[in-house]
């Protein structure tokens, strides 16, 4: 379970330079909006999966990176 968390906790902090940038500078242009609706989509779809066998590490680090992951997609809509 260790393990799990602190690989969770490295991938999901990846992307908070990301979201301080972007909401920062308020620009969004070098982001792609297919990549990140396609991969908070599926950070959800893991969420989702994480509930349904009720694995503590992997709801929250995709819950986490889905907060992250979607904060980029809105900067994206609203600056890009």
Do not use: C, H, R
């Not at 260790?2 to 070098?30: R, Y």
């Not at 950070?43 to 989702?48: A, D, E, K, N, T």
């Amino acid at each position: 379970m260790t393990l799990g968390l602190v690989a969770g906790a490295l991938t999901t902090i990846a992307f908070l330079p990301q979201v301080m940038k972007t909401w920062k500078s308020k620009s969004a242009e070098d982001l792609s909006l297919g990549m990140l609706a396609s991969f908070s989509t599926g950070v959800l779809l893991w969420l989702i999966y994480g509930m349904l066998i009720d694995s503590l590490p992997i709801i929250i680090a995709n819950a986490v990176t889905l907060l992250l992951a979607s904060t980029n997609l809105a900067l994206k809509l609203k600056y890009g």
